[in-house]
């Protein structure tokens, strides 16, 4: 088990942040941080996965790992992440279901895009199993599923050039912009919540930037050069946020989506912002890790078995979504839902680390 690092503490707080987001209109929801800016956790846990790619693909000398072994670990991965987000899907629907007979509703059948299910299961596992057909807050594994699947192209590619992964990640997300590339649901309409072949870019940004940071220390020193730049973009983001100042989907200038908020295809202003996040509190962690170490220990533990406790956080923001429905909410519920629930991600955690430890040889 590895120490406490910045890493798993990020990523510990973004899994915390998306457990209280997917329960919306909760009391705790204002105080998350991705109420006071364009961008959330969602990229940041994206790039995160880009950077561990990056750590995971290298031996303890720092050389890169064979390519065919790289492949295989992220095979290995993308393998392990879809087949939870077919056992989080399951348990899903089970709850939904659940919840429609003990509650003698069947509108809740219809709750995050479940209703499709219900009327045409068959058409519908098949979609399931596809991974074109998602559920609300349920839609982030299906993004990581296809985004680990492409990975070794990107991945390799870098080993020969940074600058070329870079434009051909960078060429692939400018396309889907202007021509509003995604992938197709289906049986229902519509598309992907979250366009994998934008969301790409945050992955090799984040993958290219740890090959960097290890190589030199260049992009250290600009990072901390940079970090007013990023307070300034932090604030700007928090005036845009609390005044609600979004342009106009139907008054912007073609293409569009490069002068949106738009979440699904990662819009260059969430972009942009979310560098500036990362510019702004990229330093923070080592202020902060002597100071709060029980609650950094905690969070780098949620870091460290994100797979886990995002499949559970998952399933527990949809129980707190249907006890709030069926209780009316309330902010002593609201505090019953996200209290335990943060504890039980710590449970999760803790369980699989204690699964994984080996037993002592006995004297």
């Not at 969602?42 to 790619?53: N, T």
């Not at 429609?100 to 519908?124: M, S, V, Y």
Request: charged residues 15%; hydrophobic residues 55%; aromatic residues 12%.
């Amino acid at each position: 088990m590895r120490e406490p690092n910045a890493i798993d503490f990020w990523r510990g707080l973004a899994l915390v942040t998306i457990f209280v987001n997917h329960i919306p209109g909760n009391t705790f929801e204002r105080y998350t941080y991705s109420q006071y800016g364009i961008s959330d956790a969602a990229e940041l846990f994206v790039f995160l996965a880009g950077w561990s790619i990056g750590i995971a693909t290298r031996g303890r000398d720092g050389m890169p790992e064979p390519r065919l072994k790289s492949v295989l670990r992220l095979l290995s991965r993308t393998i392990e992440v879809y087949r939870a987000q077919l056992t989080v899907m399951l348990m899903a629907l089970a709850m939904i279901a659940g919840t429609a007979l003990l509650l003698d509703n069947p509108l809740i059948l219809e709750w995050h895009n479940a209703g499709t299910f219900f009327a045409d299961p068959i058409q519908t596992v098949v979609g399931v199993v596809l991974l074109t057909h998602q559920l609300g807050f349920f839609n982030i594994l299906p993004l990581y599923v296809v985004l680990l699947g492409i990975a070794p192209v990107f991945i390799l590619l870098a080993r020969v050039s940074r600058i070329a992964a870079l434009a051909l990640s960078g060429g692939l997300y400018l396309l889907s912009l202007v021509e509003e590339w995604n992938l197709p649901s289906w049986p229902g309409q519509g598309d992907w919540f979250f366009d994998p072949l934008c969301w790409q870019l945050l992955l090799v940004l984040g993958f290219v930037l740890q090959d960097w940071s290890r190589q030199s220390g260049t992009l250290t020193l600009w990072a901390r050069r940079l970090i007013p730049a990023g307070i300034v973009i932090v604030i700007v983001g928090i005036v845009l946020s609390v005044l609600d100042l979004r342009p106009d989907p139907l008054s912007v200038p073609e293409p569009r989506l490069i002068f949106t908020f738009d979440k699904t295809y990662l819009s260059p202003a969430r972009l942009i912002h979310f560098i500036g996040v990362l510019l702004a509190f990229h330093a923070v962690y080592p202020v902060l890790a002597p100071r709060i170490g029980p609650v950094v220990n905690y969070l780098s533990r949620l870091g460290r078995n994100s797979l886990a406790v995002f499949s559970m956080g998952s399933v527990l923001s949809l129980g707190g979504q249907l006890l709030r429905f069926w209780t009316g909410g309330g902010l002593l519920v609201d505090i019953l839902v996200i209290s335990s629930g943060v504890l039980a991600l710590g449970f999760v955690a803790w369980f699989v680390e204690w699964r994984s430890r080996k037993p002592r040889a006995r004297a």
